[in-house]
């Protein structure tokens, strides 16, 4: 229920935020969005687990080492392509011009 809620304030918020362009209805926006990450999720009873501890470090290690390479990956595509796209500019203030 909590992420229900948290999703639908969220979309509130944004909703308000994109489409009323008045401070206090910002306001209630901000709020609506932040209101739930307050109030925090609902915790389990008990921590307790029936997967072994050698797993979860494996699936931890294994979630890492890949997020790192699709960052470095996906920074490196990022730079060829827009090397490619900007041509040869003389300097970074000119590559935005």
Do not use: C, M
């Amino acid at each position: 229920i909590w992420w229900w809620a948290t999703v639908a304030a969220t979309a509130a918020g944004l909703g308000l935020i994109a489409f009323r362009k008045s401070l206090p209805l910002a306001i209630l926006a901000v709020a609506l969005i932040v209101t739930p990450h307050i109030v925090g999720a609902p915790q389990p009873g008990s921590y307790e687990t029936a997967i072994p501890e050698g797993l979860h470090h494996q699936f931890v290690v294994a979630v890492t080492v890949t997020n790192l390479v699709f960052w470095v990956v996906l920074g490196a595509v990022v730079g060829v392509v827009r090397g490619r796209f900007t041509g040869t500019a003389t300097s970074l203030r000119d590559s935005f011009a």
